[in-house]
């Protein structure tokens, strides 16, 4: 039996009575929370105790929404052209870099304490495999999207059948393959956008989805090119789009959002579906968050830190506001008034992510009988320390650093900001070999992309 204590810290449980317990302890048997308190009883002296003095304990954050390349850090922030670089330069994958890439990519969702995290990627095999090994929760998705990635780059929709039949047999693939796998690997449907995946696909998906009992998960209104094609093509808004096509509904979830309209948003609180907040943080989330649509924050691309994503959405929020003036504007001149509030988006990184995401009823928060997936902050930081109120400091001025403690599903992933289960230095230098590699092919072939790269960092001086 595997028994841990985490005693004497200050426990934030995310619950949703907002439960504070300003010096608690928490008991885990065999990966489950059994008791949390002020006092708690543990039946026998337990085999792991954690001193959580000057810590504080909290679930471990719920990533809704992540891709794999982070791998392209240094190039995407200083091109950052979606259809000219970010798009071509994935094409240069292969499905065998994973596996010289996964253990990096676990090593940063542990180390930022994302104990669940929801990733939708091409080639899935490799980094299943070092989730296994790794030993952090995961929602699999292997996306699926059909068109000629060289022609989009020049603005042409050019839809390839058999490129589409190839992606959702590897999205079958997945599930049979990895769902359920050592219980902490689901897996999900991922059409890739409604520009990027032709109707009979989603059909497709949401039959095998409503068969194996899977969500489905997809982009939405992400782009203003998205949105345009969708009207050209179906005379619709992509919202609309897939309501027609009996997609939208409270088993899908749909990233990012940014350009529904008053309309779309009506039809997506009316539908169920949740929506994946990710890096456009000066959409409208107070919005919906007045219209009761499910919300979960989500890390996207290149940078998988929660903490500062909230940080982001504090800034975001405050510059939407003003500009919309009128009571938005009112409320977001004074701090008290302020929306939303720091704990509010520490809830959309725990307990609303879990429920977006359909497993709330297992984690997001501290309580009796959930899964042990749990983060401790260490507060002995200047930066942290002295403060009134712990979760606001952790909120503004905390980083991945400073989480020292990464338990899931009861076992014990970092710990003294260590990481336990992986090789960090081997993970990372073999990943900056693979990534190099793979950037360095696509440079070739894209003599201009160097040029501009070189420029931007002054590498042609």
Request: aromatic letters at 8%.
């Amino acid at each position: 039996m595997n028994e841990i204590l985490i005693k004497d810290g200050f426990i934030a449980t995310m619950s949703k009575d907002k439960r504070i317990i300003q010096q608690g302890s928490l008991y885990i048997e065999d990966g489950v929370i059994v008791d949390i308190g002020k006092k708690v009883q543990t039946p026998r002296s337990p085999e792991i105790v954690i001193d959580a003095k000057h810590k504080v304990i909290m679930p471990g954050f719920v990533n809704v929404h992540s891709h794999l390349q982070q791998y392209f850090r240094g190039v995407y922030e200083l091109m950052g052209d979606f259809y000219n670089t970010n798009l071509p330069l994935e094409g240069y994958r292969r499905p065998e870099d994973m596996d010289w890439l996964g253990d990096a990519s676990c090593a940063e969702f542990i180390h930022g304490g994302c104990t669940t995290s929801m990733v939708i990627y091409t080639y899935i095999d490799g980094f299943a495999k070092a989730v296994e090994k790794a030993g952090q929760r995961v929602i699999l998705g292997s996306d699926i999207e059909e068109v000629d990635l060289n022609r989009l780059k020049q603005g042409v929709y050019e839809y390839l059948p058999e490129k589409g039949k190839a992606a959702f047999k590897r999205s079958v693939d997945t599930h049979r393959k990895w769902h359920r796998k050592n219980g902490l690997i689901t897996t999900v449907m991922a059409p890739k956008a409604a520009d990027l995946a032709v109707p009979e696909t989603y059909l497709k998906c949401k039959e095998y989805a409503d068969e194996n009992e899977l969500r489905m998960t997809t982009h939405l209104s992400q782009s203003t090119r998205e949105i345009r094609h969708v009207e050209k093509l179906y005379g619709k808004t992509p919202p609309e789009h897939l309501r027609d096509l009996c997609v939208l509904n409270d088993n899908l979830t749909g990233a990012h959002c940014t350009y529904a309209t008053e309309k779309d948003t009506q039809l997506i609180a009316e539908s169920g579906m949740g929506i994946l907040h990710c890096r456009s943080t000066s959409n409208p989330l107070m919005d919906w968050i007045d219209r009761d649509i499910p919300i979960g924050l989500g890390t996207d691309d290149y940078h998988h830190d929660i903490i500062q994503l909230i940080r982001e959405n504090i800034s975001g929020q405050r510059r939407r506001a003003r500009a919309v003036g009128g009571a938005f504007g009112m409320l977001a001149s004074n701090k008290i008034t302020a929306r939303p509030s720091f704990y509010e988006l520490l809830e959309f990184a725990t307990r609303k992510g879990a429920e977006v995401l359909g497993i709330g009823d297992e984690v997001g928060s501290l309580e009796k009988g959930k899964k042990a997936d749990i983060i401790t902050v260490n507060m002995l930081n200047p930066y942290l320390t002295p403060t009134r109120d712990p979760l606001t400091s952790i909120v503004l001025y905390g980083n991945p650093s400073d989480i020292d403690y990464v338990v899931v599903d009861g076992k014990i992933l970092k710990a003294s900001g260590e990481l336990t289960t992986i090789n960090r230095e081997k993970a990372l230098l073999t990943a900056q070999k693979r990534t190099d590699e793979i950037i360095n092919r696509f440079f070739e072939d894209h003599p201009s992309q160097r040029e501009s790269w070189e420029k931007m960092t002054m590498k042609g001086q």
